[in-house]
């Protein structure tokens, strides 16, 4: 395709590094709202205000991911059927309205509605800047670009913690801090709405240059409301994408530890609130290490050992190790020993993460958002069941004083699984029949 005069360039335009920020601030605020749930609900006040034992607080955290997984499909087709643009505003909206109501409401009722609520609007967020930048990113380059937009999320979740416990304070009360965060989503939605367009061609600022940089899509028909069955069936017969999605259910039921209990965990163990946050944050900041080096991890793997092993190796690797450093937990009597291991899980988890999403856009084909959603679905199941599954195994060994034991053993079985699961993915199959042909 040659480039006519009028979008003749001497300098190719750099729109896509725009797309890419946009999306890193999407994924910070995306976690930021989610985890904050976290320290929140450890706090005096919080427990004053509403009441709730720990079970109800593990229902309400465990409703989100249930909503947020069932929804991800949905979602994720709605996305490739109307665009990124209008969706995920209106995603953002959403979530930032619900964010706001769980400030204002109190029952443990309201509390429900609007955490299930929350997930539903959160579910189509990465199913639809996973397919952004498919889209916006040429082939070679899209595990440093799915990495970037992760470690937004990662640094989101990281600071979270920290940052929520020092604005209840200075806000006086976990109330303001989220409805401070719902204005800043309203916000960031007005942004994204006016930076971001659905495709480079589609972008009055992306030149041609540019466009033939990221390669031309031969097929750019959206997926018709009757294509629906027929591209979930071809998600279920897929056993490189059930793979996929068992690998996510598993580590997802060990990383959540992190994110829900590992707070509570802290202060259990006499740790006051601050220096609490402050270790969750060192805790899920590994994860912003890990995410470039696993962006870095998958292409270069890829590279060397082609397609089919490169996507998966670091995957693999990583859930292993993060399995041993859970062993290592449930043995371990030093406090800041459990706190390094969960540092090293963070850690792998996030070295994992950028191959995850490479493959979904390998084999995802036009109905990426779509076929990224089912897997996540799977994954936040796997969430769902770790913020329940917590309290009940606390409950459980209370009496002989293991439960903590049986907690981190069942987060390390998980991770080997997930590790077991990924080693018969296949990034060179595409999920039916390839439906576009890309220059890279």
Known sequence: MSASP?????????????????????????????????????????????????????????????????FQVPAGWLSDRFGARLMLTIYVVAWSLCTLLTGVVGTFAGLMVARIGFGIA??????????????????????????????????????????????????????????????????????????????????????????????FPEDTRKPELREILPMLKTCCLSLSLWLNSIGQFFINVGWAFLITWLPTFLKDRGVDNTQ?????????????????????????????????????????????????????????????????????VSLMTDIGNPSTWAFMQDVGGRNTAAIFGWANMWGNFGAALSAIMVPQLMNYGSQSGSGETLVFLACAAAFFIAGLAAMGMDATKPIGAPSSQEVT
Request: glycine share 10%; hydrophobic share 50%; proline share 3%.
């Open 6 to 70: 009028e979008f003749e360039s001497v300098v190719k335009s750099n729109v896509r590094y725009r797309i890419l920020i946009v999306c890193f601030v999407i994924a910070f605020l995306l976690y930021l709202d989610r985890v904050c749930l976290g320290e929140i609900v450890k706090t005096q006040q919080f427990l004053s205000d509403t009441g709730l034992s720990k079970e109800q607080i593990g229902q309400f955290l465990g409703a989100f991911f249930f909503s947020y997984a069932l």
């Open 122 to 215: 959160q579910a189509g967020a990465y199913p639809t800047m996973s397919a952004t930048v498919r889209r916006w990113y040429r082939f070679s380059r899209r595990g440093q670009a799915s990495s970037l937009v992760s470690f937004g999320g990662r640094l989101g979740g990281t600071l979270a913690p920290f940052l929520t416990a020092m604005l209840i304070i200075a806000l006086t009360g976990w109330r303001e801090t989220l409805w401070l965060y719902g204005i800043v989503g309203l916000g960031t939605a007005i942004a994204y709405r006016w930076i971001i367009r659905d495709t480079p061609a589609l972008h009055p600022k992306c030149n041609l240059l540019e466009q033939e940089h990221i390669g």
């Open 276 to 344: 609490g946050a402050m270790l969750v944050t060192v805790v899920l900041a590994m994860g912003m290490v890990g995410q470039p080096i696993g962006g870095w991890a998958t292409d270069a793997s890829v590279r060397r050992f082609g397609l089919r092993i490169g996507r998966v190796l670091p995957i693999c690797l990583a859930s292993f190790v993060a399995g041993c450093s859970y062993i290592a937990c449930a043995y371990l009597d030093s406090l800041w020993g459990v706190v390094a291991c969960c540092a090293v």
